[in-house]
């Protein structure tokens, strides 16, 4: 066994992959308020292939359905929820639990997102309200998230925008430029169950949402 070097040390601070929240390209830290954590601004992420997306219909407004995969809300998102090509909706999926079976590498908001809506259908592009692709973390008064959000006003950067050339969002990452101390950052552990800290921030009087 060798010396843990700063290297190394560093390394293990920050990087989760072991987590199915983690993305590859991502610089996370195990707690979601250290400096340099990032947060996204896309519902779904390669990791999620071969899991499976739950659909559920609001109980308070039906024109919404309630996105998650293992029990955790991933968005609030407009119906329908529909299955089709990359310029075609072909069908709406009802509500149900369908596989994601193949996933773009450059992922993002509104970028390819396939799912099976039926047995023997093969991989089909996700619409999500009429929208292609990939839906934006969402959530609304009537709709909160899982966990207390978090408040990163202040205290982020918007980085690697470069590297969503498939994205129409503006921005589709972030990433906290000091250590924030609020009481509702919780100290996560490798193995812990999965769960999703959501952050907010404010553009032009709206409340965004990351993950």
Known sequence: MSTITSHRAFFRERVTHWHTESTYHNLLHTEPCN??????????????????????????????????????????ADKPIGWGGSSTVDGVLSDGEYEVC?????????TEVRIIPFPGA???????????????????????????????????????????????????????????????????????PEAAYIGTTSNGGDVEYWI
């Not at 899991?51 to 968005?75: H, P």
């Not at 193949?102 to 992922?107: I, K, N, Q, V």
Request: net charge negative.
């Open 102 to 110: 193949s996933f773009r590498d450059l992922e993002g908001v509104h």
């Open 122 to 192: 093969g991989c089909k592009d996700l619409w999500v309200g009429g929208i292609y692709g990939n839906p934006p973390i969402q959530f609304d008064d009537d709709h909160l998230p899982d966990n207390p959000t978090i408040d990163l006003d202040g205290n982020f950067v918007h980085v690697l925008d470069e590297r969503f050339v498939w994205s129409d969002a503006e921005h589709n990452l972030l990433q906290l430029t000091s250590a924030m101390n609020v009481t509702n950052c919780p100290n996560i552990v490798a193995g812990a």
């Open 35 to 76: 400096e340099g954590a990032r947060y996204r601004k896309y519902a779904f992420i390669p990791t999620d292939n071969d899991r499976f997306i739950k659909i559920e219909t609001s109980t308070v407004n039906a024109s919404k359905a309630i996105l998650s995969i293992d029990g955790v809300t991933r968005t609030i």
